[in-house]
Nanobody
């Protein structure tokens, strides 16, 4: 079993930055893929960025060039550095982890989800 706890969300003005963290505990040796998803009010949850043990990364078109996903294996933590934030980035951000390798977009791939951290970007 793996537990994921997100932190780092908050209220920021447009153009500002935030860094989200996802601390993993438990059977973390089993994790191959991790990702950040987000869900805005009234919208479906969507992939923001993903990474796996092979070192690959993936970004949604809407955040490419502004967001960076990274892992610190020594700290068992996944990060999402978010720069040049826009009001449309406002959402609840979730960390997800999978024992498998596969398409980052496939929500069924993920075995574990965090509770989320709220990001609000004011205009």
């Amino acid at each position: 079993q793996v537990q994921l706890v997100e932190s780092g969300g908050g209220l920021v003005q447009a153009g500002g930055s935030l860094r989200l963290s996802c601390a993993a505990s438990g059977s973390i040796f089993s994790i191959n893929t991790m990702a950040w998803y987000r869900q805005a009010p009234g919208k479906e949850r969507e992939l923001v960025a993903g990474t796996n043990n092979g070192g690959s990364t993936y970004y949604a078109h809407s955040v490419k060039g502004r967001f960076t996903i990274s892992r610190d294996n020594a700290k068992n933590t996944l990060y999402l550095q978010m720069n040049s934030l826009k009001p449309e980035d406002t959402a609840m951000y979730y960390c997800a982890a999978s024992r498998k390798l596969g398409s980052y977009y496939e929500e069924g791939l993920y075995d574990y989800w965090g509770q989320g951290t709220q990001v609000t970007v004011s205009s």
